[in-house]
Every structure is written in structure tokens, then in C-alpha cells.
């Protein structure tokens, strides 16, 4: 069993950064893939970053691309989100999860453990 803690969210203008961490847990992290989702009021949870068993490999969707950067340490057990040039769009609760799959998962069904999420606030 995985339990993932998220932190670092908070309030910022548009055009800010935040960076945010998730430490995980109760498992071998080496051996999942991580992602950050995040779910705006009214919304479905959205898929934003992922970075690959390995860590070799990071991707990204096409509204977060260039502007948020996935990576992982896995002496410390944490995954990271690093998030720039931050847009009042990007407001939502920002989840951490991990998935035991290969590949490149980026759907919720996907992940078998959730953090309980950090609130992001971007203001105009």
C-alpha cells in the first residue's frame, strides 16, 4: 500500500510559479510510474504530468506543455511539479498518484493510488 502526501500548493498571480511535492510511502517508488492530475470545481479530474517507471521520460498535456516541468527523486521517495508562468485556468486541487502499469499512463482508471490533493489559487 502507497500513501502519497501532496504539499506546496498555495495562492499566486497570474504569471507565478509553484512548485509541488508529493512524498510517497510504503512501496518500492522506483517501481511506479507518478502523475499530477487536478479537478477545478464543476470539472472532471484531468490528467497534467507523468514521468515514466524509469524516469526516464516525462509528458505532458497540451495545456500544461512548456510551462510545467514533471520530475522525480527516487533517493527521496518525491515526485515534483514544477509550475510557471501559471494562468487563472490552472486553478484546481492538484493531485498526486501513482500506477503500477508500464507505459506511459495518463488516464485516472490508470492510477492505483491518490494523495489527497494541494489547492493551487492563480489570481488575475
Known amino acids: 500500500q502507497v500513501q502519497l502526501v501532496e504539499s506546496g500548493g498555495g495562492l499566486v498571480q497570474a504569471g507565478g510559479s509553484l512548485r509541488l511535492s508529493c512524498a510517497a510511502s510504503g512501496g518500492t517508488f522506483s517501481s511506479y510510474a507518478m502523475g499530477w492530475f487536478r479537478q477545478a470545481p464543476g470539472k472532471e479530474r484531468e490528467f497534467v504530468a507523468g514521468n515514466w517507471r524509469s524516469g526516464v521520460g516525462s509528458y505532458y498535456s497540451d495545456s500544461v506543455k512548456g510551462r510545467f516541468t514533471i520530475s522525480r527523486d527516487n533517493a527521496k521517495n518525491t515526485v515534483y511539479l514544477q509550475m510557471n508562468s501559471l494562468k487563472p485556468e490552472d486553478t484546481a486541487l492538484y493531485y498526486c498518484?501513482?500506477?503500477?502499469?508500464?507505459?506511459?499512463?495518463?488516464?485516472?482508471?490508470?492510477?492505483?493510488?491518490w494523495g489527497q490533493g494541494t489547492q493551487v489559487t492563480v489570481s488575475s
Open positions: 498518484a501513482a500506477s503500477r502499469r508500464l507505459g506511459a499512463p495518463s488516464l485516472v482508471y490508470e492510477y492505483d493510488y
